[in-house]
Structure formats: C-alpha cells, structure tokens
Nanobody, 119 residues
Framework: EVQLVESGGNMVQPGGSLRLPCAASGFTFSSYDMSWVRQAPGKGPEWVSAVNTGDGSTYYADPVKGRFTIPGDNTKSTSYLQMNSLEPENTALYYC????????????WGQGTQVTVSS
C-alpha cells in the first residue's frame, strides 16, 4: 500500500524557516518524482516544487524560487521541502504527492501538514 506522511508543519514568524519531511512507503521511491503542493485558505491547490528522486533534478514554482529547496539527500524514501525566508502568504496546508509526470499527474497524496507564518 502506497503511503505518504508529511510532518514538520508549525507556526513561524515571517523570515523564519521550516523543513518538511515526507516519509514514503509501499513503492520504489527512486522510480518516481515527488511533488509538493500547497493549498492556502480559500484558494485552490498550488504546485510548489518537485524532485526527480533518481537523478536529483529539482523544479520550483516562481513564487518560491530562491527561498524553497528540496535538499539533495532524498534517500531512505523521504523527501524534504526546506522553506526559508517564509512570508505570511506562504501560510497553507502543504502536501507531498507521488508524481507520475506530465498528463498522468499526481496519483497518491499525503494528509498534509499545516504551515502558518504570522507575527
């Protein structure tokens, strides 16, 4: 059974940092891309970032480039989203998802972890 479990969400002040782990099980981790998607209150889902766990290539949405990264160590079936210089607009429920790439989309999602950026 495919399972994705996010953690690490918290309330932080503007300018702070958080690292979100996503523990994966039930499939060969290195055979799939992994994506991070967020949903802010009252808004639709927004793709944030993705990693090719096989070769380490990473991809980022424009609003987070330069502030969010997916660290290179995606071993042990865990993906991470490192978020720096957080802004109130980054407040959202953050999900990791298995990414089939292209039109096939995201087939399995975690339950999400809440990130709140507020002073």
């Amino acid at each position: 059974e495919v399972q994705l479990v996010e953690s690490g969400g918290n309330m932080v002040q503007p300018g702070g940092s958080l690292r979100l782990p996503c523990a994966a099980s039930g499939f060969t981790f290195s055979s799939y891309d992994m994506s991070w998607v967020r949903q802010a209150p009252g808004k639709g889902p927004e793709w944030v970032s993705a990693v090719n766990t096989g070769d380490g290539s990473t991809y980022y949405a424009d609003p987070v480039k330069g502030r969010f990264t997916i660290p290179g160590d995606n071993t042990k079936s865990t993906s991470y989203l490192q978020m720096n210089s957080l802004e109130p607009e980054n407040t959202a429920l953050y999900y990791c998802a298995r990414d089939l790439v292209g039109a096939a989309g995201l087939d399995y999602w975690g339950q999400g972890t809440q990130v709140t950026v507020s002073s």
